[in-house]
């Protein structure tokens, strides 16, 4: 199993984070990491659901299945609300 991926470096994923957001998250799945850890993640919005299924379409584009670890509360809540956490498998 993969380690937690330490490149990422986000405190936020919100709609002003997104570009650097996705193309740090761009390196690491494209570097072969499988479980990116959200714990430094301090604010989310709806954009941050979207930037994880971004990740999610671009590590199976690679051929690569993308889980997720300590996903704040907000972002489990609205993909939820959203209908899609079942697309965003926790580690």
């Known amino acids: 199993m ?3 991926n330490a490149m990422l470096s986000l405190d936020a994923l919100t ?7 996705l193309e740090q998250g761009a390196q690491a799945i494209q570097a072969g ?15 941050g659901v979207a930037m994880l299924l971004a990740w999610q379409r671009r590590a ?3 051929g690569q299945s993308l889980s997720f670890i300590n996903v704040p509360e907000n972002v489990r809540t609205l993909a939820a609300l959203y209908g899609v ?3 965003l498998p926790q580690g």
């Open 2 to 4: 993969a380690e937690a």
């Open 15 to 21: 709609f002003q984070t997104a570009r650097s957001a």
């Open 33 to 47: 990491e499988t479980v990116l850890d959200l714990g430094g993640v301090q604010s989310a919005d709806s954009s």
């Open 60 to 62: 199976q584009a690679a």
């Open 85 to 87: 956490d079942s697309l």
